[in-house]
């Protein structure tokens, strides 16, 4: 394992270069270019807003806000969840000419995406100052554990499915319908106060609760995150994480026959 991190680290800037050509080219064709980053999630927000506000009322306090907060890192493990899954696929040229370590593609991919969330969330400090909703300078001392927990679980799901998808191509169709039905079994629009009693073990299996919990801790309820969410986050963000490294290490041997 130490030798795979030296060896990831020796790749550094393979990864960096790798970080800033994705981050460039992504909206390099369009119009409004980067300021899709922060256009994309305000869209769904006015979106959600009017449905669950408007149409199907939410009864929650503030409700823009509690959905922005969960609506932004949903965002980011959505995407390294599905779009991530094609990330070694997309790089088949550049697998089959030299070699690197293949863990440098979901590396890229994930942390890309990462960035990318970090940018949006200064919309969400934005709207949070502006509306006087307020801030907690103590609670959010706890915001970059939250980030770390939460990369580090979109990170190992993204190796597994990477590497799945290299074998089993359907598999990248599929996560999108998987995503959009996660989406809906965690505390985005809703609180888990809402989830009928006998349904919230079940919920408590969901590995993206606990971290969305925590962020509205932080940042809707304005309070120290609770350790025992805390502890779940970071329980299912290191066993998605190593069970991520082992599948991807099994599977890269043959990457090369299949693509």
Same mark, same amino acid.
């Given at each position: 394992?130490? &030798?795979?991190?030296?060896?990831? @680290?020796?790749y550094?800037?393979?990864?960096?270069?790798?970080?800033?050509?994705?981050?460039r080219?992504?909206? $390099?064709?369009?119009?409004? !270019?980067?300021?899709?980053?922060?256009? #994309?999630? =305000?869209f769904?927000?006015?979106?959600?807003?009017?449905?669950?506000?408007?149409?199907?009322?939410?009864?929650?306090?503030?409700?823009?806000?509690?959905?922005?907060?969960?609506?932004?890192?949903? #965002?980011?493990? &959505?995407?390294?969840?599905?779009?991530?899954?094609?990330?070694?696929?997309?790089?088949? #040229?550049?697998?089959? $000419?030299?070699?690197?370590?293949?863990?440098?593609?979901?590396?890229?991919?994930?942390? &890309?995406?990462?960035?990318?969330?970090?940018?949006?969330?200064?919309?969400?400090?934005?709207?949070?100052?502006?509306?006087?909703? !307020?801030?907690?300078?103590?609670?959010?001392?706890? =915001?970059?554990?939250?980030?770390?927990?939460e990369?580090? =679980?979109?990170? !190992?799901?993204?190796?597994?499915?990477?590497?799945?998808?290299?074998?089993?191509?359907?598999? *990248?169709?599929?996560?999108?319908?998987?995503?959009?039905?996660?989406?809906?079994?965690?505390?985005?629009?809703?609180?888990?106060?809402?989830?009928? *009693?006998?349904?919230?073990?079940?919920?408590?299996?969901?590995?993206?609760?606990?971290?969305?919990?925590? @962020?509205? *801790?932080?940042?809707?309820?304005? $309070?120290?995150?609770?350790?025992?969410?805390? !502890?779940?986050?970071?329980?299912?963000?290191?066993?998605?994480?190593?069970?991520g490294?082992?599948?991807?290490? $099994?599977?890269?041997?043959?990457?090369? *026959?299949?693509?």
């Amino acid at each position: 394992m130490l &030798s795979k991190i030296k060896e990831i @680290y020796d790749y550094r800037e393979m990864i960096v270069s790798m970080i800033r050509r994705d981050l460039r080219g992504r909206y $390099k064709a369009s119009v409004l !270019g980067f300021l899709w980053t922060f256009l #994309n999630p =305000l869209f769904q927000l006015f979106i959600y807003t009017m449905v669950f506000s408007i149409i199907m009322r939410a009864n929650i306090e503030d409700f823009y806000i509690y959905l922005f907060i969960g609506l932004v890192p949903w #965002n980011f493990f &959505s995407a390294s969840l599905a779009g991530g899954s094609s990330c070694v696929i997309a790089q088949e #040229n550049l697998i089959k $000419k030299i070699y690197f370590p293949r863990l440098v593609l979901p590396i890229t991919y994930v942390t &890309s995406a990462f960035v990318n969330m970090l940018l949006t969330f200064i919309i969400i400090f934005i709207v949070l100052i502006f509306s006087g909703h !307020g801030i907690n300078l103590l609670a959010l001392c706890f =915001l970059p554990v939250v980030f770390l927990i939460e990369y580090v =679980l979109a990170l !190992g799901m993204c190796m597994l499915t990477s590497a799945l998808t290299v074998y089993f191509r359907d598999l *990248e169709y599929i996560l999108n319908i998987f995503a959009m039905a996660w989406m809906y079994l965690s505390p985005i629009m809703y609180t888990t106060e809402m989830v009928p *009693e006998n349904l919230r073990p079940i919920f408590k299996w969901n590995p993206l609760s606990a971290i969305i919990e925590t @962020y509205h *801790e932080i940042l809707y309820y304005k $309070k120290i995150p609770q350790l025992s969410t805390l !502890g779940s986050a970071t329980i299912w963000g290191l066993i998605f994480l190593i069970v991520g490294i082992l599948a991807f290490e $099994k599977l890269q041997k043959n990457f090369v *026959e299949e693509l």
